[in-house]
C-alpha cells in the first residue's frame, strides 16, 4: 500500500533511508515509499511492520492524510 499511495501521489522524491527500526525487513522497491509516507506523516509506525496486514480503519487513515499531498484529490462536498 505505501508503494500504491506513494506512486499515485507523483511518485516524489523520496529517501530510502528513513529510520523505521525494521527498515531492513522493507523491500528495497518499497522502501521509498514506505520512507515518504512516514515524512509525509501518513504512517507514525514504527515499527513498520511490511508484513501485517493494514485494516480498513489504517487503510481509511492512510488515503485521508494521503489526499493533503495528492494534488488530484478531489474533494466531493455530501
Known sequence: MAKFLWVFSG??????????VDQESIRPDFREGACWLKANGITTNNP????????RGEMAAFLYRTGGHNAQWVSVAP
Open 11 to 20: 511518485g516524489p522524491d523520496s529517501e530510502s533511508e528513513c529510520g523505521f
Open 48 to 55: 513498520y511492520r511490511p508484513v501485517a496486514q493494514v485494516t
